[in-house]
């Protein structure tokens, strides 16, 4: 069935069906409306969109196109004048409608961008106020706007709970009044202080907080005055922190002013430039601490050169590892005393990078110096610089091979080592060692290995040697060691050698054998030894004093007078004998200017002279020949009441030879006299030592010995 006829009314109905589609085509797509056209039996499905892009005069063409084409697909049907007809029919209404459509359709547009233009002006202001409120809010600091009668008229969430109040409770409140009681609102903005200045707040809480204000002034266009705009940050706890800062600081700093040591910080350069240091830099160095600081002069300029290269390489590594570093080193000081220092330091970061470094350095000068001598002492005696046994004993074992035989040894023992500790001190003793250890030096080879075996003991370790060069030495050294001078003795020694050839023999059994021949010389030129050192103690002493040898002689006639009239034995005569050459042999250790001096003693040296008693005494017991009268030699200067010394013992407590020797000696004194004292006659010194029996002497000695000096003794014979 075909919707088009040939009759008038068939075109008039397509003309206006076409017309109703055409209008309601350009309707729906005015109003943006989904719509569906039927044209000539054939289904269009048209978008409001699609007709948006085309136009309304694309509408009216596309429409005539298809109405056409129907025509041409059913030509037999309809008469192609019809078809003409109806298309520019069409054409020129879709044109028109088209045109109308268009104009229409461009207004549309405008007004609503227009519209929507203005929307999106207002929404984008909206968002851009929020957003920079939302900004302002979470701002770090306090912003405040205050209009020209003082009154705040903005300020943000941070202000507010600054202040501790809302936002609506501060709007139109009087700054200066009610916040800023400090400031004179009238002059405030004319001050020198206004665009920045520190002062008080007065919360809503009542509580005083210290504010930083940053302000600038507000202008109109003519420049007058509108306000003040603010911004401000609460100090108040980092006041505080930089209060308490500062007090750490300040005790920081006299801390480190008086804590041993030099306290540093330094940048991490080339030459660790100082950035702070104590005043221990100046006796660690000698240098001002100021040339340091100042740059004149750095620490580096000071280490040994040989040390400087460890350190820089110890620092660098500690510093790539972060930790701490250790360091131990030299410096040369303004004298040019070389100073051993100990460094303990580490780097400072800041944002994980080396700020600077900081530390502690100590002299440790004493402490490597005792250190070295523990080292030192270790394998070396201390007061003669040889080897000591332990070492000895080391080297002893080392060298106890086939390769090294023969081997020899020689040991030596110093004679008279005792005697002069007991009369001179150990210092003279030290010195005698000190002789000693030279002559061993001098006397043998570089090979040799020279030791300090004992006290007075000295060894020496002889590889590759035959007894026949062993005893050559041994004769060097005895020889070398009687040359050596010393003021109160001879030097001697006595030496034993010993040699093994072959391996089985242990090296205990060669020293064994060379301590029992040195012993056996000892004991056989014991009694030589003791006598030279006696004689040398005599000559000394006659030397410094006035014990000459004529007193001695005159004492040993008048004792053993007085002794054969109270028949002791010969035994007791002989002691008397000895006893009157060395009863003063303490004196030996008395200075010359006191023996000798003319005026009165002090108190200390009265208390000097009365120390010889017991120094002869403990010369006596170190040679048995003359131990016999050590008591003797002790007490001889005590008296019959008590009252001498060094014990006060009194009456027959003393020693009877002690007694004997005391009224002689006095007696020779008083005739023959001293410088310090006028000689008398003989009847005056009998009369004295009357007159001092049973206090000073023993009563019955002193008159046996008057009555043989009054029954003709005469002395002339001995003078």
């Known amino acids: 069935m075909y919707l088009f006829k040939k009759s008038d ?22 109003f943006s409306f989904p719509y569906v056209t039927i044209s000539g039996g054939i289904l269009t499905i048209y978008s409001a969109i699609w007709f948006g892009v085309r136009g309304g005069f694309s509408i009216s063409l596309f429409s005539c196109f298809i109405i056409l084409i129907y025509y041409f697909v059913n030509p037999d049907q309809y008469i192609l004048s019809n078809v003409i007809t109806s298309f520019f029919f ?46 302002l809010d979470i701002a770090g600091v306090m912003l405040l706007a205050v209009d020209s009668d003082g009154k705040v008229t903005y300020i943000n ?39 920045e200045l520190e002062s008080y707040v007065l919360t809503y809480n009542q509580q005083k907080r210290l504010f930083h204000f940053r302000n600038t002034k507000l202008t109109d266009s003519e420049g007058n005055i509108e306000g003040i705009l603010s911004s401000a940050e609460d100090i108040t706890d980092r006041r505080q922190t930089e209060n308490d800062l500062k007090g750490s600081e300040e005790k920081f700093r006299n ?53 400087l290269d460890t350190i820089n390489k110890q620092v660098t590594r500690a510093i790539e590892n972060q930790k701490p570093f250790y360091l131990i080193y030299r410096i040369k000081d303004v004298l040019g005393q070389i100073k051993w220092l100990e460094e303990k330091g580490i780097g400072v970061y800041k944002e994980g990078k080396l700020n600077h470094l900081e530390g502690h350095i100590s002299d440790i000068t004493a402490r490597k110096e005792a250190e070295e001598r523990i080292r030192f002492l270790s394998f070396y005696d201390e007061l003669t610089g040889l080897y000591n046994r332990r070492f000895f004993n080391e080297e ?28 001179f001190g150990h210092f003279e003793g030290d010195k005698l060692l000190l002789k000693a250890a030279e002559a061993f030096r001098e006397s043998c080879r570089k090979e ?74 000892k004991l056989l030129k014991s009694k030589q030894v003791r006598s030279d050192i006696l004689q040398s103690l005599l000559k000394t002493l006659r030397e410094k004093s006035y014990e000459t040898e004529r007193h001695s002689k005159r004492l040993e006639v008048l004792s053993v007078k007085i002794g054969e009239a109270l028949n002791l034995p010969l035994s007791e005569l002989q002691k008397l004998s000895i006893l009157a ?3 003063d042999i303490g004196k030996v250790t008395i200075a010359r200017t006191i023996l000798k001096k003319k005026t009165s003693l002090t108190t200390e040296e009265w208390k000097t002279i009365k120390k010889h008693p017991e120094t002869g005494y403990k010369i006596a017991l170190s040679a048995p020949e003359i131990a016999p009268i050590a008591e003797c030699i002790l007490y001889h200067h005590e008296r019959w ?39 008398m006659p003989k009847e005056s010194a009998f009369k004295e030592i009357e007159r001092c029996s049973g206090r000073q002497f023993d009563p019955n000695l002193a008159r046996v010995f008057i009555d043989i000096m009054k029954e003709g003794t005469k002395l002339d014979t001995i003078s």
């Open 9 to 30: 009314s068939t075109k008039l109905a397509l003309i206006a069906i076409g017309a109703i589609i055409i209008i309601i085509s350009v309707l729906l797509e005015f």
């Open 90 to 135: 069409y054409l020129f209404l879709g044109v028109i409608v088209g045109l109308f459509h268009d104009r229409l359709k461009e207004s549309q547009k405008q007004l609503i961008a227009a519209q929507i233009s203005q929307r999106n002006v207002e929404k984008s202001l909206e968002e851009e106020r929020n957003r920079f409120k939302q900004y």
């Open 157 to 195: 969430q941070k202000g507010c709970d600054l202040l501790g109040c809302n936002f609506e409770d501060i709007i139109g409140e009087n700054w200066f009044e009610r916040f800023f009681p400090d400031v004179d609102d009238k002059n405030f903005i004319n001050s020198d202080k206004f665009s």
């Open 255 to 307: 801390l480190a002013e008086n804590i041993p040591g030099v306290i540093y910080l330094c940048h991490y350069d080339k030459s660790y430039s100082m950035i702070y240091l104590n005043q221990d830099i100046e006796s660690l160095t000698g240098y001002d601490k100021s040339d340091f600081l100042e740059g004149k002069l750095n620490l580096t300029d000071l280490i040994l050169e040989k040390d």
């Open 396 to 423: 002893l074992y080392r060298l106890d091979t086939v390769r090294q035989l023969p081997l020899s040894i020689i040991l030596g023992d110093v004679n008279g080592l005792k005697l002069i500790n007991d009369t």
């Open 448 to 521: 040799d290995v020279i030791a300090r075996f004992g006290g007075d003991e000295f060894i020496v370790l002889l590889p590759k040697t035959t007894i026949e060069e062993a005893n050559n030495i041994a004769n060097r050294i005895e020889d070398n060691m009687k040359q050596k001078q010393l003021s109160h003795i001879p030097p001697s020694m006595s030496l034993g050698v010993a040699t093994k050839d072959l391996a089985h023999i242990s090296v205990h059994q060669l020293i064994k054998e060379a301590e029992d021949k040195m012993y056996e010389k």
């Open 581 to 583: 050459k060395l009863h």
């Open 641 to 679: 009441d008590g009252q001498g010394y060094p014990h006060g013992i009194e009456g027959d407590e003393i020693p009877l030879l002690s007694r004997i020797i005391a009224i002689v000696d006095s007696y020779d004194v008083m005739v023959s006299g001293r410088c310090y004292k006028k000689s």
